[in-house]
T-cell receptor
């Protein structure tokens, strides 16, 4: 059983389009995250939700809007895509209520904007 | 704010030998967690080992062990008997304890690409 899943795994789209990436975790975790990994492999946090509540919002363009319909899902919607948005986006989750912040990562979504 | 620094962008090691990846961090917290994650070419991020800051004993997981120097804020990863499957990018990360209002946020280093040569 997949613990953290993302769809799609690959996404190729043109500049100016709007796209969404979905993430689901079946671990019963309270906290979910979105990370961006750029072409140099640098991994930066974008957002974090705890029980559907936004708790971390790094300096990310407001074209990026996370949505958490329930604590098992955290979707990422991107408006007006730009070339610089090309990257691998990782979803992750962690059990907030225990003293353990190991994060479980999804397989990543490679977004290519042309 | 927490920062994590990995000063070795790339390293290589011969199969069966030992290699150490360095990581330093900076935090004002007294309790926190430190992690090493592995990202092989398949792209999947996998936890390798974790260390709780209040534990003085260095964590060990099979061939992987850490040298945790709290005063020096150093957290290096030692891989013994390196195997070809260890070829990957390795990320050092730190996180706040749950008592902190920003609990749940991890800070990642920029990664070290390790190549194990046959």
């Amino acid at each position: 059983d997949t613990a953290v899943s993302q769809t799609p795994k690959y996404l190729v789209t043109q500049m100016g389009n709007d796209k969404s990436i979905k993430c689901e975790q079946n671990l019963g975790h309270d906290t979910m995250y979105w990370y961006k990994q750029d072409s140099k492999k640098f991994l930066k946090i974008m957002f974090s939700y705890n029980n559907k509540e936004l708790i971390i919002n790094e300096t990310v363009p407001n074209r990026f809007s996370p949505k958490s319909p329930d604590k098992a899902h955290l979707n990422l919607h991107i408006n007006s895509l730009e070339l610089g948005d090309s990257a691998v986006y990782f979803c992750a989750s962690s059990p907030r209520q225990v003293l353990d912040y190991e994060q479980y990562f999804g397989p990543g979504t490679r977004l290519t904007v042309t | 704010a927490q920062t994590v620094t990995q000063s070795q962008p790339e390293m290589s090691v011969q199969e069966a030998e030992t290699v150490t990846l360095s990581c330093t961090y900076d935090t004002s917290e007294s309790n926190y967690y430190l992690f090493w994650y592995k990202q092989p070419p398949s792209r999947q991020m996998i936890l390798v080992i974790r260390q709780e800051a209040y534990k003085q004993q260095n964590a060990t997981e099979n061939r992987f062990s850490v040298n945790f120097q709290k005063a020096a804020k150093s957290f290096s990863l030692k891989i013994s008997d390196s195997q070809l499957g260890d070829t990957a990018m390795y990320f050092c990360a730190s996180s706040f304890s749950y008592l902190n209002t920003n609990a749940g946020k991890s800070t990642f280093g920029d990664g070290t690409t390790l190549t194990v040569k046959p």
